[in-house]
């Protein structure tokens, strides 16, 4: 988490003025993998990483957005908004002043300082924590409110239309809505989750394989595409189905002909990980972490599989948690092609798995995973400046 009162003063010492602050989380999802743009169903948590921005007044007449992380700053004209992506960092709160503005949120000129430590590209969002934190405080800034899973929406689309990766809901609506100690099941159909409780001894214990992806070119947008061939061949041999969420095992095997086997096998994927995510839910709910752990192995060898998503390294962080005493489960999670592992570890046994899995790691594959132990935390909010 970012302490607000050094990043305030930061602010000041820049800026001059701090008006108000606003952080939303990165998070990592237990199951439900490329199903949140197919109308399926997820299940992540916010974690207690996040990014916040601190906003005042302008100082000279323009707006300036003051990256911490980056070392940068980025100035423009609040009323004449960047129209096109520049494909840096810039891009996440342009596209969210871009997006607001078509929904009538239109802020005067601002200062804006941030810093995040969800870490970058690793697959736990930081880009939509950036997304909702940058929201939060443009909503402010222009005196408007709006519910948060609009919110969700209008990053969503920042992401989709203006930085240009094609991400479905999930990031930017547990951003938003994440709930303490808890795991939320997003319906993406029509956005409404309920929150299921994680046992109190049980930590999230995230591997970053250190294997970078960037979700704004390559293999993502090409397994929505191969998504998107099957969804159509489905559609097409029967009306019954609007989305891939409306599809049975049985729909697919009839449509198989009328698809190629890389969107056969990526929809096999997302329509088995539905019923996964709803048998996890059910098992968290009644405290059966066997079974959970059992549907996270299930989702790891179909998201590796089937959607050919995972890489070596990833792969044998999840055989190395295998061997650990206290794992309840592991697998891949995020978007894909590397990035991090998550575990579900009981508490007891959560330093020993991190030491383990490091020094074994760092021995077979010859690379310093970093490694963290995090809590289910609360989604955005605004943050109270110290009088
Ligand atoms: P992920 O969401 O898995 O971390 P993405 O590629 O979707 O990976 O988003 C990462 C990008 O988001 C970064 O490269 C950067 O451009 C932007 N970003 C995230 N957090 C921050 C931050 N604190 N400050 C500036 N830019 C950020
Ligand atoms: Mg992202």
Not at 2 to 19: D, N, S, T
Not at 57 to 86: C, M, N, Q, W
């Amino acid at each position: 988490m970012i302490a607000l009162e050094p990043l305030v003063r930061r602010h000041v010492e820049r800026f001059g003025v701090a008006e108000r602050a606003f952080q939303a989380p990165g998070r990592v999802n237990l199951i439900g993998e490329h199903t949140d743009y197919t109308g399926g169903l997820v299940m992540p948590a916010a974690i207690d990483f996040n990014t916040v921005a601190v906003v005042g007044p302008t100082k000279g007449g323009r707006s300036v957005i003051h990256s911490v992380d980056f070392k940068k700053e980025f100035e423009f004209d609040a009323s004449a908004l960047p129209e096109k992506a520049k494909h840096d960092w810039t891009d996440y709160p342009a596209g969210v002043l871009w997006s607001l503005k078509q929904s009538g949120v239109v802020t005067p000129q601002f200062t804006m300082t941030l810093q995040g430590d969800v870490p970058l590209g690793a697959g736990l969002s930081s880009s939509a924590s950036i997304e909702v934190a940058v929201a939060l405080a443009a909503l402010a800034l222009a005196g408007k409110s709006m519910a948060l899973t609009d919110v969700a929406l209008a990053c969503k689309k920042a992401e989709n239309g203006f930085v240009g990766a094609q991400s479905g809901i999930m990031d930017q609506y547990i951003a938003c809505c994440g709930v303490k100690d808890h795991a939320l099941v997003i319906d993406t159909r029509d956005l409404g989750s309920r929150a299921v409780p994680l046992p109190s001894d049980v930590r999230l214990v995230i591997c970053n394989s250190m294997v970078k992806h960037s979700h704004a070119g390559g293999e993502y947008n090409e397994r929505r595409a191969e998504v998107e061939e099957g969804s159509r061949a489905l559609r097409a041999a029967n009306p019954d189905i609007h989305e891939l969420r409306d599809a049975r095992l049985e729909d697919l095997e009839e449509a198989r002909g009328s698809m190629s086997e890389n969107a056969f096998l990526r929809c096999r994927h997302i329509i088995t990980e539905n019923v996964r995510v709803e048998e996890a839910a059910t098992a968290l709910a009644a405290g059966d972490m066997k079974r959970m752990g059992e549907l996270m192995a299930e989702a790891h060898a179909s998201y590796r599989d089937d959607f050919a998503a995972s890489c070596p390294e990833v792969d044998l962080l999840v055989e190395l948690a295998a061997a650990e005493p206290g794992l309840i489960g592991a697998r891949l999670t995020g978007g894909g092609f590397g990035g991090c592992t998550v575990n579900l570890v009981e508490a007891a046994h959560a330093e020993a798995f991190r030491r383990d899995i490091h020094s074994a790691y760092l021995e077979r594959a010859g690379i310093d995973a970093e490694i963290y132990l995090c809590q289910a935390a609360a989604g955005a909010s605004e943050l109270t400046l110290a009088k």
